[in-house]
């Protein structure tokens, strides 16, 4: 080989390096897909954004001036940390027909905020994803829901949702004339995980019923009728790309002064009482992945009965389980809630997995737990509970009546209503106040 040639060898090898290394990475590509691409045809006009006022209770004689700010303040959703046409996180335009429409993203419910910050990957537990769907669809002309997307607002009907869209599709993904019957239930009250967390589980869902390392199973929310098997199968690529993202997500800091001395102290009596459930934290982090009993647990037991095996064995046929070969990611009973790992959990209030706690106070002390209350559903300084760690709330003496507006219902958490009891995880009950209040100041560490 002449010197010429090598040189020149070397020269491509060299450029080709630099390309590759200029690459996007399977995270980075992820991140730009979440923010900049809706994976379902945008079911609504654009016009539904603007006119959406039009069904605000009590009823509007005209449109808010600052109207962006009023309509995330109503529906309960937050400034898009990314460019989105001027839209919240969790709206963005898509394709509808011939044109361009409104659709839903993934972060309406996986996009919060914590201190007026937003962040993707937070939970948002202030949407009213019910109230929202319900007036876009009345500005639309379209029909009515057809189930109950939220009961109390900062939850979701979640489960539901996978099985009403499931129940719609054969097992290879091909639409059914006649959806299944099985046994969909619209009561569990569902709190929306961090996405921070994913990268310690081996299981998730709140019931650890799935694989964590499953890629198809988050691509369960693109079920609409106007998506088919191709549409998965293109898109699967992608969402191993989300899913890289999702697992190198780092939860946010606690950003107040902490004492220090309290906070080892609550270390302690946590490395007692707490590690074998939620695991110890650091850089020799550890996380049992243990689903605790239900009987043991003994919080609200509706999102734990609320998918029928039916639905299970109907999944485990699908597309979704057949991830890996005959084997798959299959759904799997288990027979209580998974303990989840406590990164950032001073940013996560509500807490238990139907976010009827409203603090780690009242995590952490059962006497402490409001029956019926309500709270601003903003997220600025001033809306957050410093000391007990988790939102302010306004305890009430009772529950709207059955006659109010559903949107005025669903601002008020009724513990006494089915899928939204406060009971169970008593463990901190025995800790004195003191060594309650040293818990919590550790909480804010991790």
Request: glycine fraction near 8%.
């Amino acid at each position: 080989m002449n010197a010429v040639r090598f040189v020149a060898l070397v020269a491509v090898g060299l450029l080709a390096a630099s390309l590759r290394a200029g690459e996007p990475s399977a995270s980075e590509r992820g991140k730009a897909a979440l923010e900049t691409r809706t994976f379902n045809p945008a079911p609504w006009p654009l016009s539904a954004y603007g006119n959406a006022w039009k069904h605000w209770q009590p009823p509007l004689k005209q449109k808010p001036a600052d109207y962006d700010q009023a309509f995330r303040d109503y529906y309960g959703l937050h400034p898009a940390p990314y460019a989105n046409k001027d839209l919240p996180m969790g709206l963005r335009h898509g394709s509808r027909l011939f044109t361009t429409g409104i659709a839903n993203d993934c972060m309406i419910c996986h996009g919060g905020s914590i201190l007026g910050k937003s962040y993707v990957g937070l939970g948002n537990a202030s949407l009213d994803i019910h109230t929202l769907f319900e007036d876009f669809n009345k500005v639309s002309g379209l029909g009515k829901l057809p189930f109950v997307f939220s009961n109390a607002r900062g939850t979701s009907e979640a489960g539901g949702m996978a099985v009403y869209l499931l129940a719609l599709r054969e097992p290879d993904l091909s639409l059914r004339l006649t959806p299944l019957e099985l046994g969909l239930k619209d009561d569990l009250c569902e709190d929306t995980p961090a996405w921070w967390l994913l990268k310690k589980k081996k299981s998730m869902y709140h019931i650890g019923s799935s694989d964590a390392r499953s890629v198809r199973s988050i691509m369960q929310f693109m079920m609409t009728p106007l998506n088919g098997r191709t549409t998965f199968e293109k898109e699967e690529k992608t969402f191993a790309d989300i899913q890289a993202f999702l697992l190198s997500m780092e939860a946010p800091k606690y950003p107040f002064p902490m004492d220090r001395e309290l906070a080892d102290k609550g270390k302690m009596l946590f490395e007692k009482s707490c590690v074998k459930c939620h695991g110890t934290y650091g850089p020799e982090w550890t996380y049992p992945n243990r689903i605790v009993p239900l009987d043991e647990i003994g919080t609200d037991p509706a999102r734990f009965h609320g998918i029928s095996r039916k639905a299970g064995e109907h999944y485990n046929r699908s597309w979704f389980a057949q991830e890996k070969g005959q084997e798959g990611y299959l759904a799997r009973e288990t027979n209580g809630y998974q303990a989840p790992p406590l990164d950032g959990v001073w940013a996560t209030a509500p807490y238990f997995h139907n976010g009827s706690a409203p603090t780690l106070e009242d995590v952490l002390n059962s006497k402490t737990r409001p029956k019926i209350y309500t709270r601003s559903f903003r997220t600025g300084e001033e809306d957050y509970e410093q000391t007990k760690v988790g939102w302010k709330v306004q305890v009430l003496d009772k529950a709207p009546a059955a006659s109010e507006p559903g949107v005025l219902r669903r601002r008020v958490y009724d513990t006494t209503q089915p899928g939204r009891g406060n009971g169970g995880h008593t463990y901190g009950d025995a800790l004195t106040p003191d060594e309650r209040r040293a818990v919590i100041e550790y909480l804010k560490s991790l």
